[in-house]
Nanobody, 125 residues
Framework: QVQLVESGGGLVQAGGSLRLSCAAS????????MGWFLQAPGKEREFVAS????????DYSDSVKGRFIISRDNAKSMMYLQMYSLKPEDTAVYYC??????????????????WGQGTQVTVSS
């Protein structure tokens, strides 16, 4: 069993930056593809970014590409999402997720077995 805990959310002005962290418990973090998803009020959860188990491959949604950077530290069982040039439309609850048995990053919600409780990011205009 893996538990994921997000932190680092908060209120920031448009154009600002935040770094989200995801702390994982459990023995097999280094074997999981990891991802970040967001969910805005009244909307479905959507893909933000994903990183392979090794950290060697990443994938981003078009809306964040060039502004967000996903990374991981397997020795610390941590994953990060560095967010730059934040926009009001980035406002959402951000979730980290872990998927087993994946060789590559994934955008598919169904590929992820483990989910955190989420951290709120609010970007003011």
């Amino acid at each position: 069993q893996v538990q994921l805990v997000e932190s680092g959310g908060g209120l920031v002005q448009a154009g600002g930056s935040l770094r989200l962290s995801c702390a994982a418990s459990g023995r097999f973090f280094s074997t999981y593809t990891m991802g970040w998803f967001l969910q805005a009020p009244g909307k479905e959860r959507e893909f933000v970014a994903s990183i392979s188990w090794s950290g060697g491959s990443t994938d981003y949604s078009d809306s964040v590409k060039g502004r967000f950077i996903i990374s991981r530290d397997n020795a610390k069982s941590m994953m990060y999402l560095q967010m730059y040039s934040l926009k009001p439309e980035d406002t959402a609850v951000y979730y980290c997720a872990g998927g087993r048995g994946l060789a590559h990053p994934s955008r598919r919600y169904a590929d992820y077995t483990y989910w955190g409780q989420g951290t709120q990011v609010t970007v003011s205009s």
